[in-house]
């Protein structure tokens, strides 16, 4: 079975400062990898994937992940927050066969200060 | 993008009343959707998934006899947490996946408290 582990619970920063959110992941086959995130009483939304193809991956509101296979990770990186991007923030993975069933870490919460 | 849209977006419930929750996929056809479990200031525990037409897989530990799920077409799945009790108050998330691109979209949650 697939697992993922968030290394961080919360991670306080300040504005236009850059930040890494840690994830690695567990799996004997092949995955596919997400990050979402999730605002306060709100449900989730996906920032990127990786699928397939070119390990370093864009996704929206400056976000990007790199898929690093033999270390098994896939952080997350912003090179300057802001305070709009306080939130809390899910790694999650999923493999081949699954019936498309995603595998979440625990989060990571994201605290932008002025 | 894809929508996925839940209802109610919350609910208070008395003890012992069973609650429906719906989940609509408003421009796409889901064949799988998923209900997901949070509790406060933790991570999302999948609950079951569904496929249309056919019976709902759970997971374990989850009661199938307390959260009857229902998938009858490609766009509505239900959740009817049934004989609610206090803590069965958490957060309700539902996803729905197209099937391509092994994404799944995911509602906005529906706050569920029973007194």
């Known amino acids: 079975a697939q697992s993922v582990t968030q290394l961080d619970s919360q991670v306080p920063v300040f504005e236009e400062a850059p930040v890494e959110l840690r994830c690695n992941y567990s799996?004997?086959?092949?995955?596919?990898l997400f990050w979402y995130v999730q605002y306060p009483n709100q449900g989730l939304q996906l920032l990127l994937k990786?699928?397939?193809?070119?390990?370093l991956v864009k996704g929206i509101n400056g976000f990007e992940a790199e898929f690093n296979k033999s270390q098994t990770s896939f952080h997350l990186r912003k090179p300057s927050v802001h305070i709009s991007d306080t939130a809390e923030y899910f790694c999650?993975?999923?493999?081949?066969?699954?019936?498309?069933?995603?595998?979440f870490g625990k989060g990571t919460l994201l605290t932008v200060n002025p | 993008g894809a929508v996925v849209s839940q209802h109610p977006s919350w609910v208070i419930c008395k003890s012992g009343t069973s609650v429906k929750i719906e989940c609509r996929s408003l421009?796409?056809?889901?064949?799988?959707m998923f209900w997901y479990r949070q509790f406060p200031k933790q991570s999302l525990m999948l609950m079951a998934t569904?496929?249309?037409?056919?019976?709902?897989?759970?997971e374990q530990g989850v009661e199938k006899d307390k959260f009857l799920i229902n998938h009858a077409s490609l766009t509505l799945s239900t959740l009817t947490v049934t004989s609610a009790h206090p803590e069965d108050s958490s957060f309700y998330i539902c996803?729905?996946?197209?099937?391509?691109?092994?994404?799944?979209?995911f509602g906005p949650g529906t706050r569920l408290t029973v007194l």
């Open positions: 799996s004997s086959v092949s995955v596919y």
């Open positions: 999650a993975v999923s493999v081949e066969g699954s019936n498309y069933k995603l595998t």
């Open positions: 569904s496929n249309e037409g056919s019976k709902a897989t759970y």
């Open positions: 996803s729905a996946s197209s099937g391509v691109n092994n994404e799944q979209f």
């Open positions: 990786y699928l397939s193809g070119s390990t």
């Open positions: 421009d796409f056809q889901a064949t799988t």
